[in-house]
Each structure stands twice: as structure tokens, then as C-alpha cells.
């Protein structure tokens, strides 16, 4: 009842869980278990999914505004919202705070964080220094098959940034950088790069709503950067990535 309810919260921001018949559960798990490993306890399992789903759905609130900066919500409020517990909602909550995104206050909840243009073009910099090399190294070495199998990562940010899906936007405006960076083969890189991006989706104080022909403009610019890596045209690389960056919104 929690997962169904949860999907309907905040729209679509939340995937609908798999139904049970699908998972595979191995022999052992069912009633042919050692003592050295016990079964691992189902409501556990379902709970962990709720909260994953809950924190889904409060990253998409936060990136398209209905979480508002300087805001302070509660666990029991959200809950209901939901239509869960606080439980999920507040372990939620609570990574959203150890990464940044959230502070929390005794006795009333979770305060939205506040950012301001210099935290932005902060997040951006930082960004830069660790993407555009990469990326340029990745031009002159990757084949162009492999730029080709990205062609629907960068589909889908225009999809959504034709429709002004903010929330998706984001999810598929990190899979395409995701994507890229992967091919350098360095996972922790890939860690890093990821957490900065997330931070830098997160709306600035005052002005939560990106315009959607931002997005537009945002997404054009991984279709032309795919065109160019495709091409192998360095110059032409070099000029989007830059200026994809000097952009900073994706």
C-alpha cells in the first residue's frame, strides 16, 4: 500500500516496484537455508524499497521547485503527502542531508538548503576541471561506433526538455554525462563527477523554476557535442565542451 501510494505523491517521481513473481529467489532462500545464512527478513526488504523510492521522489521535488530553498518540512507532513509513515520519509531525509541537499532542524524537520549564484558557478568550476579534460582525451581516443551507442542518452534529454520535465530532465541530463565519462574506465571519477552534478540540478535560491528553453538549449548542446565526437572534429569539441560548462545549467 505504501509503494502504490508513494507513486502518486509528487505526479510520476515515483517508479512502481517490481511485482514479487518476478524475482528470482534461490534455492536456499526458500526454506533450504544453512544456519550460517539465515533468511534475510522480507519486511526489511519491502521497506528499503519504499525509502529508496521516497528519496527518488524528493530529488525530483527538489530540481523542478516544489521543494522550496530556505523551506522546512517534516517528516509526519511529507508522510502524509506520500501516504506512508514518517519512517521512510525521514531516512530519506536524512541522506538527502549527508549529501548536502537538506539541513536538518531539532524539532521541526529538514531545512531546504539555500544556494546562491557563487555556490553555483562554484559547483560549475569544479565541474569543468574534472570533466572537460577527460572529455577531450576521450574525443581523441574513442571510436566513433561508441559515441554512436549514446545517440539515445542525448534523445532522451531532448525528449524531456521538450516537454519541460524538469525531473527528467535531470535523471537523463546525468545519464548522458554518466555515459560519456564512463569511458575513461576510472569509477571513482565517474563517483565524483555524479555527486557534483546532482548538486549543481538543485534550484537556486529564488529562482527554483529552470525555464524550459533553457533545457532546450541545454539539450541541443549534448546532440551537437555527440555530432562532433562522432565526426572526431577536436576544434569543434573543444568549443561545446567548454562552453557546455561555461553554461553550467547541464
Not at 212 to 223: G, M, N, V
Not at 227 to 241: R, T, Y
Amino acid at each position: 500500500m505504501e509503494q502504490g501510494r508513494a507513486r502518486e505523491a509528487y505526479g510520476t517521481a515515483v517508479p512502481a516496484t517490481a511485482p514479487a513473481a518476478v524475482v528470482r529467489v534461490p534455492e536456499q532462500a526458500r526454506g533450504e537455508h544453512t544456519h550460517s545464512e539465515p533468511p534475510a527478513p522480507r519486511a526489511a526488504v519491502q521497506r528499503h524499497s519504499v525509502r529508496g523510492q521516497i528519496l527518488e521522489a524528493l530529488r525530483a521535488a527538489l530540481v523542478d521547485g516544489r521543494l522550496e530553498p530556505g523551506q522546512v518540512y517534516s517528516a509526519p507532513a511529507l508522510g502524509a503527502r506520500f501516504g506512508v509513515s514518517a519512517t521512510p520519509v525521514r531516512e530519506a531525509m536524512q541522506q538527502l542531508a549527508i549529501e548536502g541537499a537538506v539541513r536538518v532542524v531539532p524539532n521541526r524537520g529538514f531545512r531546504v538548503s539555500e544556494r546562491g549564484p557563487r555556490q553555483f558557478a562554484e559547483l560549475a568550476e569544479v565541474r569543468a576541471l574534472i570533466e572537460v579534460p577527460v572529455m577531450l582525451r576521450l574525443a581523441r581516443t574513442v571510436a566513433p561506433g561508441t559515441w554512436c551507442a549514446l545517440r539515445p542518452l542525448a534523445d532522451a534529454t531532448v525528449a524531456a526538455a521538450a516537454v519541460g520535465d524538469r525531473a527528467s530532465y535531470a535523471e537523463s541530463d546525468r545519464a548522458f554525462h554518466g555515459a560519456v565519462l564512463a569511458l575513461c574506465g576510472n569509477e571513482q571519477l565517474v563517483q565524483v563527477a555524479d555527486e557534483l552534478h546532482r548538486r549543481s540540478q538543485w534550484p537556486l535560491e529564488g529562482n527554483p523554476a529552470t525555464r524550459r528553453a533553457d533545457l532546450l538549449a541545454d539539450a541541443a548542446e549534448h546532440t551537437a557535442l555527440l555530432d562532433a565526437l562522432i565526426a572526431q572534429d577536436l576544434p569543434v569539441v573543444q568549443s561545446l565542451v567548454r562552453e557546455h560548462f561555461n553554461g553550467a545549467e547541464g
